[in-house]
């Protein structure tokens, strides 16, 4: 099956929920081209080709993608599950770490610092798709 595609109207949704900010204003902010990019990382492969991989690796590539650009820095991690949580349930699929976002927004920023791969990420969000 392929994906839902998690949109840029669909990040500027969950920004716009998590900042309290329009989407207007935040479109001044978030560079669209850079945007873009960061949307496409969940179905890039290792030379820019499209790749389908399974769907919790997907979610994290987004996660991992939007928080590396660092386009809202007071909450850029929450933005970034928030977009993950809301890619999922794009897809049909529902996550139960409801309680545990500040956990997962600790994992992206840990795969940012390179203290953990996406890949465990991935097998964290997996375990928790219901």
């Given at each position: 099956?392929?994906?839902?595609?998690?949109?840029?109207?669909?990040?500027?949704?969950?920004?716009?929920?998590?900042?309290?900010?329009?989407?207007?204003?935040?479109?001044?902010?978030?560079?669209?081209?850079?945007?873009?990019?960061?949307?496409?990382?969940?179905?890039?492969?290792?030379?820019?080709?499209?790749?389908?991989?399974?769907?919790?690796?997907?979610a994290a590539a987004l996660a991992v993608s939007l928080a590396a650009e660092e386009f809202?820095?007071?909450?850029?991690?929450?933005?970034?599950?928030?977009?993950?949580?809301?890619?999922?349930?794009?897809?049909?699929?529902?996550?139960?770490?409801?309680?545990?976002?500040?956990?997962?927004?600790?994992?992206?920023?840990?795969?940012?610092?390179?203290?953990?791969?996406?890949?465990?990420?991935?097998?964290?969000?997996?375990?928790?798709?219901?």
């Amino acid at each position: 099956m392929t994906p839902e595609f998690f949109t840029a109207s669909d990040y500027f949704t969950v920004a716009e929920l998590e900042t309290g900010m329009s989407a207007s204003e935040l479109s001044r902010i978030v560079p669209g081209d850079r945007l873009l990019f960061a949307l496409f990382a969940p179905y890039a492969g290792p030379h820019g080709e499209l790749c389908l991989r399974p769907l919790a690796d997907q979610a994290a590539a987004l996660a991992v993608s939007l928080a590396a650009e660092e386009f809202l820095p007071r909450v850029n991690g929450d933005v970034a599950v928030t977009a993950m949580v809301g890619f999922l349930a794009k897809n049909g699929k529902a996550v139960g770490f409801a309680r545990e976002h500040a956990r997962a927004v600790e994992l992206v920023e840990r795969v940012l610092d390179g203290d953990a791969a996406e890949a465990d990420l991935a097998a964290w969000v997996a375990e928790r798709i219901v």
